[in-house]
């Protein structure tokens, strides 16, 4: 799950910040007695790390490539990884996730959320400077570098470097300035996008590239790769993306 998803799930769950929970339970290894009687403080998100902040730890959830959520509802088959039940009655179920109870309160001291696509404090400059030191890096695994680019995630690296009509296996270090420019805005600027489609319920009918067969634009048949250190599938255009190496 990417940042923009994390930050519709703030969203959609605001209304229990406030709320105690009376009863935690799931299939995940960790300490539910620690999580009863404990008041909802706070919703934030890293990354791909969703952050729910009690009165004397925070747990953390990551939903992996294929987590999923019920808000006041739950999975009629699978057990949930981490269940949440509130003092009101209403219930959190999550699954296929990772869980962890994190003994800190204050995530400022855990991240850095200047790196996090999808904060308001989000630095360019300091992502562009991390790039710089990177010059033998793939821009595919650049993209997906949560140290760089925290919450990106395959969709937006697809779709962030067709707009800019650059080949996934370019190096960071050959882009031309003006490339290096259009990547940092990119990676932005779709991230914006993917929230507010994802939102709107047509993220997957605006997938330019991103799990489709032909060229929106010249309508060539599309590389299907997996690419980089992370060998994470890449869709581009051999025709309209240029491959800086």
């Not at 791909?48 to 808000?71: A, E, P, Q």
């Not at 590389?223 to 255009?237: M, W």
Request: hydrophobic content about 35%; glycine content about 6%.
């Amino acid at each position: 799950m990417e940042g923009p998803a994390l930050t519709l799930l703030k969203e959609e769950a605001h209304a229990f910040i406030g709320k105690k929970i009376v009863e935690a339970s799931g299939s995940s290894k960790v300490d539910w007695d620690t999580l009863a009687g404990q008041q909802l403080r706070q919703l934030q998100s890293w990354g791909k790390h969703f952050l729910l902040v009690l009165d004397n730890c925070t747990i953390r959830i990551h939903y992996l490539m294929f987590g999923n959520y019920y808000l006041n509802s739950r999975h009629p088959d699978k057990t949930p990884k981490l269940s949440l039940q509130f003092n009101d009655g209403s219930e959190w179920n999550n699954y296929n996730c990772a869980v962890r109870i994190l003994p800190e309160t204050d995530m400022s001291r855990l991240y850095d959320f200047s790196t996090d696509i999808m904060d308001e404090s989000w630095n360019a400059a300091k992502a562009k400077a991390k790039l710089k030191n990177h010059p033998g890096m793939q821009v595919c695994d650049a993209l997906m570098n949560q140290d760089i680019f925290a919450g990106v995630g395959n969709v937006i690296k697809n779709e962030a470097l067709f707009r800019i009509a650059v080949q996934p296996e370019s190096l960071v270090g050959a882009l031309p300035p003006r490339k290096l420019t259009e990547l940092l805005r990119e990676a932005h600027t779709y991230s914006y996008d993917f929230y507010r489609w994802r939102k709107e319920g047509v993220l997957r009918k605006k997938y330019c590239v991103h799990q489709r067969k032909y060229c929106p634009t010249c309508d060539t048949l599309l590389v299907k790769k997996p690419t980089g250190e992370l060998q994470r599938n890449s869709f581009y255009c051999p025709v309209d993306q240029v491959l800086y190496t």
